[in-house]
């Protein structure tokens, strides 16, 4: 038996607290899936093993606590140990570390609500939080509102689709392969970009260095 198998036997099992658990899991395992667990909830409500506000409530809840863990390792993490592994990083500078932050600390706020609405990322934009120690509270209405939107739209689908709840994780696996499909051609063309900025610094250089010979 997978761990996807697992987390779901204990939503069959636990109800609306093992809900919560699995989403909490998925906070701090992106892998695992929450278009799996969140329509699984709303059918298993629809069932009358839990009802739909506690589905909600529970696995808002969950999601709060996992974003927790992950904000606080980015906390424990540092921007002064960020800065470190950039600069260790081949093709990445410490400055981009630094124009990243900038935008993170005009839009942080911003980006955590709508990034837990975001597949993939959702789990992942703790991390950036912690490390700039955006203020608690702030993170953590952020985080609430966000993930109960997502949460109530995933739940209400599985709900009303009822044995048809796996429909939902074809759909919004497909907006995740598309998210992720985004995220390799902007790291590729990210790569390109800086190696031709080398290789032409690097002409410059040569060019220089043959003016002056």
């Excluded at 699995?22 to 093993?49: D, R, Y």
């Excluded at 809840?61 to 993490?77: C, H, P, R, T």
């Excluded at 932050?101 to 959702?122: H, K, S």
Aim: hydrophobic share 50%; aromatic share 8%; glycine share 8%.
């Amino acid at each position: 038996m997978n761990l996807v198998d697992r987390v779901t036997d204990l939503m069959h099992t636990a109800g609306a607290p093992g809900a919560a658990l699995a989403i909490a899991l998925e906070n701090l395992f992106p892998p695992l899936p929450s278009e799996v667990f969140l329509p699984l909830a709303g059918f298993t409500a629809a069932q009358g093993k839990m009802s739909l506000f506690d589905a909600i409530l529970w696995t808002t809840s969950g999601s709060v606590a996992g974003a927790l863990v992950l904000y606080w390792i980015g906390a424990l993490l540092g921007r002064d140990r960020v800065r470190r592994i950039a600069a260790r990083m081949p093709l990445v500078r410490v400055s981009d570390v630094d124009r990243t932050e900038a935008w993170f600390l005009r839009n942080g706020y911003r980006t955590v609500f709508f990034g837990r609405m975001i597949p993939v990322f959702r789990s992942l934009i703790s991390i950036p939080a912690g490390v700039e120690r955006m203020r608690l509270v702030p993170f953590l209405a952020c985080t609430a509102a966000g993930s109960l939107l997502w949460n109530t739209a995933l739940i209400l689908a599985g709900y009303l689709l009822g044995d048809n709840w796996h429909l939902v994780e074809q759909y919004v696996g497909i907006a995740s392969k598309v998210v992720l499909g985004l995220a390799v051609v902007a790291l590729v063309i990210f790569v390109i970009m800086r190696l031709s900025g080398r290789r032409g610094a690097s002409s410059a250089r040569e060019q220089h260095s043959d003016q002056r010979g």
